[in-house]
């Protein structure tokens, strides 16, 4: 049978052990869905995020799996299942990231990626530094002379010559 499997990172501490599980139904929650998922392998964790404003979850989920090859059959089992009447999307979890744009929101303090900034401007300015030094070379540099090729056996070479 053919995989379902996304090669992206994961929301634990292992990228290939993590399941996003999405379409969950209302009543749906964290025991259920270990239950769920437990006959694909030893479960590490189960999380359902909560919706604090109406205090109910959000209809997706993250399933943590001990090995990877236990997520992989998850996936392959799971991916456009049924649970209680809803079809479940499953895929490895997303990394968290920093959210930004419009809705200015974040998992991570701002400054929490300062150090790698810091770095990708040092290495700019680096480069622009190298790329002016070059071109103020060539500016400096007098033309080079047109090479001329002379042939023993070429007639025109000896015109050319005495012109």
């Known amino acids: 049978m053919s995989s379902t499997l996304v090669a992206v990172g994961g929301k634990g501490s292992n990228p290939k052990t993590t ?52 997520a992989a059959a998850a996936i392959d089992n799971m991916h456009n299942g049924e649970l209680n009447g809803r079809v479940l999307k499953v895929n490895y979890a997303q990394p968290m990231k920093i959210k930004g744009g419009d809705k200015g929101w974040a998992h991570q ?32 540099a007098p033309p080079a002379a047109k090479p001329t090729i002379s042939r023993p056996d070429d007639p025109m070479a000896a015109l050319e010559a005495a012109a």
């Open 19 to 70: 399941l996003y599980v999405g379409g969950l139904e209302e009543t749906v929650n964290e025991a259920l869905l270990h239950a769920a998922f437990l006959p694909f392998g030893e479960i590490k964790d189960v999380n359902i995020p909560m919706d604090n404003s109406a205090g109910k979850h959000r209809g997706f989920g993250f399933v943590e799996y001990e090995e990877k090859d236990d």
């Open 109 to 140: 303090p701002v400054w929490a990626d300062a150090d790698r900034y810091m770095n990708e401007l040092d290495a700019e300015k680096e480069m622009e530094a190298l790329d002016t030094a070059q071109v103020q070379k060539q500016l400096a």
